[in-house]
């Protein structure tokens, strides 16, 4: 019985020591806009997870949604949704225009915009944001366009995927 | 794909995964409360466990209950740790149908907690609660879908222990819920410290 509960304490700890509760998960919505030609984005991330990404580019503590938010946290957001988030539309690359961001509580949406699409028949989404922080991030992509409506789970083993509407 | 099949395959992953582990120690300890030819006792408690937390993920998404994170993390693991030591105490009592059914009451209660921590990774899966009803099916299918699969490797791993291996039964049982007891009492405690 002694040699049974040596090896229980050990498989205990080891799972003890491994086992932290957290959810690496964004969400990020895509919607196509017909009236106005535009493809509307809109990404959901925790801060904590966002900031974490961000200082891979060598930012420090951007103290982003708090009054001590960093000027530059803008300028820094950009460049790593710009290595990290961009969209074909049937083939051709795009380029999304920032629009702003709020947060409320521990959360941050991004707000980008893509002009001058009027329709969309394959559109290809590359989303590996936080994947270079997090091994296990899931990066949720939500696209409608009319009464379509399409999801894609992107990950560090799949940073991209192509949808036909 | 639909949104109903990512959300299916989340609830999938999430209970055979890492992130998963303290509802898959839970599931180790329902299963050491059974003895293998106990599969209808293993049916009751399971599906216990299956009501308990669907009705509390429904109620937690939609703001009925609401209880702090931290406090269903805590409570989780001493679900763990009750039920272990449960079943280390009543091992050799022959069980009443009464008493099974004080039992699947305990376990729909456990349930419930563990639908508590189920809804906050949910809850992290959501825009503005958009499609809150479509998600909370697809990911709790994928959750049972999930659990079905948790509970047939643990029950081969029952079968080739005791069957195969020869392990008494009750030293089987033992070694289950001693580890996940001991397992437990760490979470308690570190979420206990935790500020």
Redesign the interface.
């Known amino acids: 019985?002694h040699r049974?509960?040596i090896?229980?304490?050990f498989?205990?700890?080891t799972?003890?020591l491994?086992?932290r509760?957290?959810?690496y998960?964004s969400?990020c919505?895509i919607e196509h806009n017909t009236a106005s030609s535009g493809l509307e984005i809109?990404h959901?991330f925790?801060i904590d997870d966002l900031e974490k990404g961000l200082e891979s580019l060598g930012t420090g503590k951007l103290k982003i949604g708090t009054t001590e938010e960093l000027a530059k946290a803008n300028v820094y957001l950009k460049k790593y949704l710009k290595k990290h988030f961009n969209i074909w539309v049937d083939g051709h690359a795009t380029d999304w225009e920032f629009i702003g961001k709020e947060t409320e509580d521990d959360l941050i949406?991004i707000y980008l915009e893509i002009t001058d699409v009027k329709t969309v028949q394959h559109l290809k989404v590359q989303n590996s944001m936080l994947t270079d922080v997090y091994d296990?991030q899931?990066n949720?992509v939500?696209v409608r366009s009319g009464n379509d409506?399409?999801?894609?789970?992107l990950s560090k083993d799949k940073m991209s995927g192509d949808l036909v509407l | 794909m639909t949104a109903f099949a990512a959300f299916f395959e989340l609830g999938f992953q999430h209970i055979t995964g890492p992130d998963g582990l303290d509802h898959i120690v839970f599931l180790v300890v329902l299963c050491a409360a059974c003895q293998l030819w106990q599969w209808k006792k293993l049916l009751v408690l399971v599906s216990a466990f299956t009501v308990g937390h669907s009705i509390s993920m429904a109620l937690a998404l939609t703001g009925v209950i609401v209880l702090k994170t931290k406090w269903i993390e805590w409570l989780i693991p001493v679900t763990i740790l009750l039920t272990a030591i449960g079943n280390l105490k009543w091992e050799q009592k022959e069980q009443s149908k009464k008493r099974i059914w004080q039992i699947f009451g305990v376990v729909l209660f456990f349930g419930c907690i563990h639908g508590m921590g189920f809804s906050n990774y949910l809850k992290s899966l959501l825009m503005n609660n958009e499609g809150l009803t479509t998600s909370l099916l697809a990911f709790n299918i994928g959750l049972e879908a999930g659990q079905f699969i948790v509970i047939g490797v643990l029950l081969l791993l029952a079968f080739l222990a005791t069957g195969l291996g020869k392990i008494p039964p009750r030293v089987w049982s033992r070694i289950l819920n001693g580890t996940a007891g001991i397992l437990a009492i760490f979470w308690v405690i570190g979420k206990f410290l935790e500020e």
């Open positions: 019985m049974f509960l090896v229980g304490l498989v205990a700890a799972l003890h491994s086992f509760h957290a959810f998960v969400i919505q809109t959901q925790f949406w296990r899931t949720m939500h409506q399409q999801t894609l789970l």
